[in-house]
């Protein structure tokens, strides 16, 4: 099949007398407990939603970390995921939370730090397999599809996959996808593999990161060694939540996933170029990321 291939996105304008509801708002469920302590990751991804400029963004996590997630984005607001003496989610209390608090979010953003277990699994099966929200999953959450033998058909909701070339491989092998994440030649061929086969689109990160829904394909020119820093990727799955909740009928979530690459890559050339060093922290990314808009808003 043939692709047909974007080369620019536009960022649909802001309704001048909107309000906090009217931009939507992102739920993010990550963080984690325990032998490792994940707490940045998901702070970062709320905090790229509020930036990106939806209405609200609501924390999901452990109970031990949520006042450290929301300390980091006091923006946010959040609620605790109970968790047994050794870290680990309690699933199916979780289940009636998430259902409790996230009724209103137009986007769940999913897995940043959340660590990879069977109650993560759990979780993260239970939202793929319903049609209620749109779904932004990075790290864990697809580290933990990787381990599901049925998660093809247990995907029904619409979503955004984020893989780095690692994540993509362990989730290709499951579902028998053969072209590399890794070759430049064919890291056009392995993000509309998936995309197609899961009915997702998927942000293949890395040099010219790739992004398909198995039909259209839109490639990012940027190649930029400072995006290569943790907490970056936790950054983009902000902006990929945070443009589909604001604009659920301007932009689907091929042109939001697009979009939010595209400000991701300018707002750390704007970092990096105004200090003369590809070298970067995920933190100065997100201060960049009102001027990289600006970029679009003022039709640069």
Do not use: W
Request: net charge negative; proline share 7%.
């Amino acid at each position: 099949m043939t692709l047909e291939m974007i080369s620019s996105v536009s960022l649909p304008a802001r309704e001048p007398r909107g309000h906090k509801g009217t931009f939507g708002s992102v739920g993010v469920i990550g963080g984690s407990v325990g032998e490792r302590m994940m707490v940045g990751g998901p702070a970062f991804t709320a905090e790229a939603a509020l930036r990106s400029g939806c209405g609200l963004a609501i924390v999901g996590a452990p109970e031990p970390i949520l006042p450290s997630i929301l300390e980091l984005v006091p923006e946010a607001t959040g609620f605790t995921l109970p968790v047994t003496a050794s870290g680990a989610p309690i699933a199916s209390d979780a289940a009636v939370r998430i259902d409790d608090h996230m009724s209103a979010a137009r986007v769940l953003a999913v897995g940043p730090g959340f660590g990879v277990g069977e109650a993560q699994r759990q979780i993260v099966l239970r939202l793929i397999s319903r049609e209620s929200h749109r779904l932004v999953l990075d790290a864990d959450a697809l580290n933990v599809l990787a381990l599901t033998d049925s998660v093809q058909s247990d995907f029904r909701a619409p979503a955004i996959l984020t893989p780095h070339p690692g994540e993509y491989q362990r989730l290709a092998e499951r579902l028998g996808i053969r072209p590399s994440p890794r070759s430049p030649e064919e890291r056009l061929d392995a993000a509309s593999s998936l995309a197609s086969r899961l009915g997702v689109v998927v942000v293949l990160k890395g040099a010219e990161t790739v992004v398909s829904d198995g039909l259209r394909a839109f490639v990012e020119p940027t190649v930029d060694p400072a995006l290569a820093t943790a907490g970056s990727g936790d950054v983009l799955t902000g902006l990929c939540a945070g443009f589909a909740a604001q604009f659920p009928e301007a932009l689907g979530l091929f042109e939001a996933a697009a979009l939010a690459v595209r400000v991701h890559a300018l707002a750390a050339r704007e970092v990096c170029d105004s200090r003369g060093t590809r070298r970067l922290l995920s933190r100065e990314l997100l201060q960049a990321v009102p001027a990289a808009i600006a970029v679009f808003e003022s039709g640069s």
